[in-house]
């Protein structure tokens, strides 16, 4: 299986693509600390960026 998996899609914030994940459970088990805080917080961003911008779909990549 490839990297993305079932479930992913990407968000882009600050023009750099990152994976967002829906279910992070998964992963929590191999995950630090600090590593679920830093995941936590960038699905949040990609939530509020979706919500915020409802065109971004559709914008053209570069």
Do not use: D, Y
Request: aromatic content about 6%; hydrophobic content about 45%; some cysteine.
């Amino acid at each position: 299986m490839s990297v993305l998996r079932a479930g992913a899609h990407e968000c882009h914030i600050r023009s750099a693509p990152v994976l967002v994940l829906s279910r992070l459970q998964r992963f929590s088990i191999t995950l630090n600390r600090s590593q679920r805080a830093k995941i936590k917080v960038i699905l949040a961003l990609c939530q509020q960026f979706k919500r915020c911008q409802p065109w971004a779909p559709f914008r053209l990549s570069k």
